[in-house]
Every structure is written in C-alpha cells, then in structure tokens.
C-alpha cells in the first residue's frame, strides 16, 4: 500500500510538505503541483522547483507536467529529471476552464490522439520505473474511460493515479464513481492508485480494502487532517492539541517561505488557502472571524485559543 500527497496548486506546496515532516505524519510520495509546458514555454515555476530543490523530508517527489503536445512535455520532462526528482507525472486530469481550453489537464481527454502522442513520448524519455499518469474517468462520460485505458495499457506506465470522476463533474459532492477506477484496476498491469474525496483515514481504509489496493491518493483530506498518513500506517487520530499543533507549525512554514515577499495580512492570506478546508471543523461564528483576519496573532488565538 502506498500513500501519496495529491497534488493541489498553492496548497500542497514546500511549506505543507514541511508541515507533514514536522508533525510525523509523511506520504510515501509527494507530486509537484503542474509545471505547464508549452511549444514556446518551459514554464518552471518557482514555488514548485522549491518543492523539488529545498526537499529535506526525505521522501521522494515527482514533478508533475500539463500540456497539451507531446514534444513540450518531453522537452520539460528531459529538464526536470536533471533535478533531483523521483519520476514524471504527467497531469491528465486537472479540471480548470483556462487549463482545458489549451487542451491540457482533463482536456487531453477529449482528445485522444495528443493524449496517445503524450503518454507514448513521455514513455519513450522517462526512464523505467519513473513514469506515471493521474487521469479522470472521461470528459463528459465514464463510458469514455475504456478507450482511455486502452491507450494507457499500450504505453505501459508505471503508475496510474484515477480520480473518480469526469472532468464535466468537477469536484461535486457525491459524484466520485469507483466503478471505472476499479475497472482500472483490472485492465492495467501497473498499480492504479485511486484518488477523489477521500477525505477520512476510514474512506482511505475502504479504498484500499476495496477499490485500489495498490495505494491511494489524498489532498483535501489531508490538508484538513494532515494526520491522516500517521492514521493509516496505524497510529492514532490527532488530539485537539495536535491540530492545534498543525496550525502553528503551518503559520511557521508559511512565513518561512513568505516572509520576504508578504505583509502580514498576505499571510493570513495565504493561510487562509488551507484553511478552505478545514473550515468545516469550526462554529460559523470562527470561521466568519478566521476569513477576515489580517494578521497572523489574532489568526493563531482564534485556531488554537
């Protein structure tokens, strides 16, 4: 079983990875948010090459690309795999309008022939054992998704990483089918990991036990309990002075990271980009006060009292 930390633009970045070494409670694999290539463009993005160059948790990280042709992404690929990387991920998945409309992310989806010319190339560069794919389950339909699998099992990845749902479901509640990533799961001779609301270490269990036993792919889940991987090598759920514990060490690692470029109020700001989704776990009365705080003291008082 293996665990790996989703990747999410802004939020699973160098100071979140940080957090999850500080707190003991580490994937096995973290993956860069995308580095976006294009026929003009190696678009190495500062935030995610810290991921990869100022690592020091020890656990390997896989830098992931969104594009639309194969030759960029095999250009970015040669590049990356210079740094000290563990693999290529290619981003077949990511749902974002301005993202689609260049025919990247989920919009390789909709056209098979780039995605075949992707994955066959980016095979082709990627030595063995380093590259893999993390797609949806179609663009409007699952019904799509065996052609998708069809073109994946000819380019034989290492890794397949499905989120359970279209791109036209987006991130809705209740949309996550595991049907189609089970369906993967049979077809494909690499391991498929399965990704998509898998928000709790006891949904973790489930898709583990049931649907991806390969290992599973996590995000939201555990940016709101960043505990979850502790949790699933058998420890114990955090206390209340843990989380308590998680939020001062993430407003740490966010200003190491921050502190020459932000004001205390693009702190808070950038705090508040995770904690989107640990609103959940306040009264509405804190999370009103958490959303238009602008500066860091009065932040802490309100999550850890």
Not at 29 to 38: D, G, W
Not at 250 to 256: G, I, K, Q, S, V
Request: charged share 20%; with cysteine; glycine share 8%.
């Amino acid at each position: 079983m293996r665990t790996y930390l989703a990747p999410m633009q802004d939020v699973t970045d160098l100071a979140f990875m940080r957090v999850l070494s500080r707190i003991g409670s580490l994937p096995d694999v973290f993956v860069t948010a995308y580095f976006r290539s294009t026929p003009t463009t190696c678009a190495m993005a500062e935030n995610n090459l810290r991921c990869i160059t100022e690592n020091e948790t020890g656990v390997p990280i896989l830098a992931q690309l969104a594009g639309s042709a194969a030759a960029p992404l095999v250009r970015d690929a040669e590049h990356l795999l210079q740094l000290p990387v563990a693999g290529i991920n290619l981003n077949a998945g990511c749902p974002a309008p301005l993202v689609n409309r260049h025919g990247a992310g989920a919009g390789l989806l909709r056209d098979l022939p780039a995605l075949e010319s992707a994955v066959q190339g980016l095979r082709a560069c990627v030595p063995p054992g380093q590259f893999s794919v993390k797609c949806r389950t179609g663009w409007e339909s699952a019904a799509e998704f065996s052609a998708i699998l069809e073109l994946l099992a000819a380019a034989a990845p290492d890794a397949v990483m499905v989120h359970g749902r279209t791109r036209k479901d987006l991130y809705k509640p209740g949309t996550v089918d595991v049907a189609p990533v089970q369906q993967a799961v049979r077809a494909l001779a690499c391991p498929v990991l399965g990704n998509g609301d898998i928000a709790t270490a006891e949904q973790a269990r489930y898709w583990l036990e049931h649907v991806t036993p390969a290992g599973v792919m996590i995000g939201r889940g555990a940016v709101r309990n960043p505990y979850i991987f502790r949790m699933l090598r058998g420890g114990a759920a955090p206390t209340a002075d843990e989380m308590k514990h998680y939020y001062r060490v993430l407003a740490e690692e966010t200003n190491r990271i921050l502190h020459t470029k932000r004001t205390p109020a693009g702190h808070c700001n950038r705090m508040k980009k995770y904690l989107a989704y640990c609103y959940p776990d306040f009264t509405p009365e804190q999370e009103y006060a958490l959303r238009r705080c602008t500066d860091i003291d009065s932040m802490l008082r309100l999550l850890c009292g």
